[in-house]
């Protein structure tokens, strides 16, 4: 049996909660615990996740920060919280249903011969809701190239958050030298996880647009995405020197 944590992170997430949490536990696992952390939602989304832990005791707990301090803070607390219970698996998603949990029970199976799955939007097999704009396709795709280039990474959807990490590989990540507070974090955590020399691989996923709720997506988040991968590259410049 093993044990699996999902981690996600909500910002008035409030209608999509109820199923997200239903659709993870109808999952073939007999152990998944979900930790929820939510950023003081004034949606309520906070308040009902309180509810859903209470209706399903030791299968989920949630962290309450104070105010939206961003997604990068946010999945680190999620990770340190997972640490202290044990975890075998650690998985990181949306709550928003843009990542479907019908793509875990193949992750969990590339994860016993690799130390990192991503679910992947550009190489074969995966593909982009149709309802995104072709502007938004092709700035998330230029983003991925930008950042692979860059930081030449071998990696082609360095930007999405679907991710299952063995929790003695993601122990080993120096999290305390990881800076993104945006989404940029999910490029920063690849870049660093490839220079240490992790096994990591793709998987293809449909990503579909998110259910309910609102976007929280700018061009402002984007454009200051593309100017902190260059900042990632120096932070990070010695980092091989650690393994
Ligand atoms: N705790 C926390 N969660 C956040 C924050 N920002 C976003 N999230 C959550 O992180 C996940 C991804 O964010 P989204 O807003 O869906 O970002 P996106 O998928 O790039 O864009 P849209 O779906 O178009 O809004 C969702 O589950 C959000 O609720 C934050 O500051 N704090
Ligand atoms: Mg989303």
Known sequence: MTRITVILPTYNEVENLTQITTELW??????LNIVIVDDGSPDGTGE????IS????GKMDVIHRQKKLGLGSAYIAGFKFAFQ????????????????????PGFLEHITRNELVIGSRYIEGG????????GRKLL????????????????HDCTGGFRVWRNDVLEKMPLEVIRSEG??????MVFVAHRLGFKIIESPIYFEDRRSGQSKMTLRI?????????????????????I
């Open 222 to 242: 984007q454009l200051e995405a593309a100017f902190r991968v260059w900042q990632i590259l120096y932070l990070h410049r010695g980092l091989e020197a650690l």
């Open 54 to 57: 209470a209706r399903n005791p």
């Open 85 to 104: 219970q044990n975890a075998e698996i650690i998985v990181q998603m949306d709550s928003d249903f843009s990542h479907s949990p019908s793509y875990l």
């Open 127 to 134: 593909s982009l809701d149709d309802r995104w704009g072709m």
């Open 48 to 51: 009902l996740a309180e509810q």
């Open 183 to 188: 989404y940029v974090f999910q490029i920063e």
């Open 26 to 31: 109808s999952l073939s696992f007999s152990d």
């Open 140 to 155: 998330s795709r230029f983003g991925n190239s930008y950042a692979r280039a860059i930081l030449k990474l071998p990696i």
